[in-house]
């Protein structure tokens, strides 16, 4: 009888191992592909660089148009910009511009 019983607690032996194993498999695949897992993070990591990117490039931008709108204040407006824009949208000249007309 005593066989008889370590037969029979060897099957459930390897069953236990057997489903702690694929317990331990699984926590590590999630580990790998979850949604925190090192799949992830490089995902984010690529995200966080393309999106500083595009910060850095708006940001920039933006500065860019608010020089240009300091330099159209109606109180102080730049000369310089008034008549680029004057010639350029309206064809505006003056009888002593001399235009040189682009290729």
Known sequence: MPRHRQT???PRQSLTQTLALLVLLGMAAFALIGPSGI???TRNAHALERNNREIARLTALRDRLRNRVNLL???HADPDLVGEL???DMNVAHPDDIILPRK
Do not use: E, I, M, S
């Open 8 to 10: 029979l607690r060897l």
């Open 39 to 41: 799949w992830a993070w």
């Open 73 to 75: 204040d109606p109180h």
């Open 86 to 88: 004057l010639h350029r």
